[in-house]
């Protein structure tokens, strides 16, 4: 999940929100007897879910597990369709379709060309590992406070398609004192979180704004109302990726709204050796066919 250090970059500003949901999965609607669990193993139970997600973030950031995969974004102006390798020295992306269709010749040759700096380039990379990396820190950051940020409630089972799940619902927590403003956004957060009891992973959280919020010292603002959710899924070998995530939010920047209304779907999950470089990852995808279609994968 490149920064913008330069000016507020809307990504960087809505960060905050979406670590708080970057380790959530799979539902379904079937529902079981509830079995209830005391407010001392509700918390406990969460606590050792986000601990385990806190170390899979960890391994995720060092691509201890890569994965290639395709991203399909969908937003009220723009879909578009690209195909993605992790590495240790970071994610490299390849644009293949934009609004459902292949890329014209022109904006082939331009994507040809991008990967050829950065193979060319190898600084261009690196910066953008700085960035990945510092966004990881941010999400690490959001991890460790998540228990004590919010009070958890447990609300009865679910079935979802690992098996069944623990429901739990969240508000914040009125004794949680936020260290900085990206974790100050948690304080107007309240949702639903999903618990896998057996592998203890977190695979459903939704949650929306409760009220409107300043960050970014005033200069930035989320307004009421806004949500997001996002579903993980077991991808194959234990290890877990997102796989879809929907955000609706307007975030006001130096007076000025913009909405942002999006869904991104992750599929087609394929394990990678440990060590593919990110110039392996730029043949892989160079080799790819310009339709954007599924063969040559």
């Known amino acids: 999940?490149?920064?913008?250090?330069?000016?507020?970059?809307?990504?960087?500003?809505?960060?905050?929100?979406?670590?708080?949901?970057?380790?959530?999965?799979?539902?379904?609607?079937?529902?079981t007897a509830p079995q209830a669990l005391s407010p001392a193993q509700a918390q406990a139970l969460v606590a050792r879910a986000l601990a385990t997600e806190?170390?899979?973030?960890?391994?995720?950031?060092?691509?201890?597990?890569?994965?290639?995969?395709?991203l399909h974004k969908a937003s009220p102006r723009l879909t578009s369709t690209k195909e993605i390798v992790e590495t240790r020295e970071g994610d490299v992306a390849r644009l293949l379709e934009i609004n459902g269709q292949p890329l014209s010749p022109q904006d082939e040759q331009h994507e040809q060309a991008r990967l050829?700096?950065?193979?060319?380039?190898?600084?261009?990379q690196q910066h953008r590992k700085q960035s990945e990396d510092s966004d990881a820190a941010r999400a690490m950051k959001i991890l460790r406070v998540l228990p004590s940020a919010f009070l958890y409630e447990f609300a009865g089972t679910g079935a979802a398609a690992g098996g069944t799940?623990?429901?739990?619902?969240?508000?914040?927590?009125?004794?949680f004192s936020p260290p900085d403003f990206e974790t100050g956004v948690l304080t107007a957060?309240?949702?639903?979180?999903w618990i896998d009891p057996v592998q203890e992973r977190v695979v459903r959280l939704a949650g929306n704004l409760q009220q409107d919020k300043e960050i970014a010292l005033g200069l930035a603002e989320l307004d009421?109302?806004?949500?997001?959710?996002?579903?993980q899924a077991d991808v194959g070998g234990h290890q877990w990726r997102i796989v879809h995530m929907k955000l609706v939010?307007?975030?006001r920047i130096l007076f000025k709204r913009k909405p942002s209304d999006s869904v991104q779907e992750y599929t087609?999950?394929?394990?990678?050796?440990?060590?593919?470089?990110?110039k392996q990852a730029i043949e892989m995808l160079r080799a790819l066919p310009a339709t954007g279609s599924q063969a040559g994968r």
Not at 189 to 193: N, Q, R, V
Request: proline letters at 8%; charged letters at 15%.
């Open 54 to 70: 806190s170390q899979a973030a960890h391994d995720l950031s060092h691509a201890a597990h890569p994965m290639r995969y395709r």
């Open 1 to 31: 999940m490149a920064g913008m250090p330069a000016k507020l970059d809307t990504v960087r500003i809505l960060l905050p929100l979406l670590c708080l949901v970057a380790w959530a999965g799979l539902w379904s609607q079937g529902q």
């Open 249 to 251: 939010m307007n975030t």
């Open 268 to 278: 087609d999950f394929v394990p990678l050796p440990a060590g593919t470089t990110y």
């Open 116 to 124: 050829q700096a950065l193979i060319d380039n190898p600084s261009l």
């Open 189 to 193: 957060m309240a949702g639903e979180l």
């Open 224 to 231: 009421k109302g806004g949500w997001i959710e996002i579903e």
């Open 165 to 175: 799940v623990e429901k739990f619902s969240f508000k914040p927590n009125p004794q």
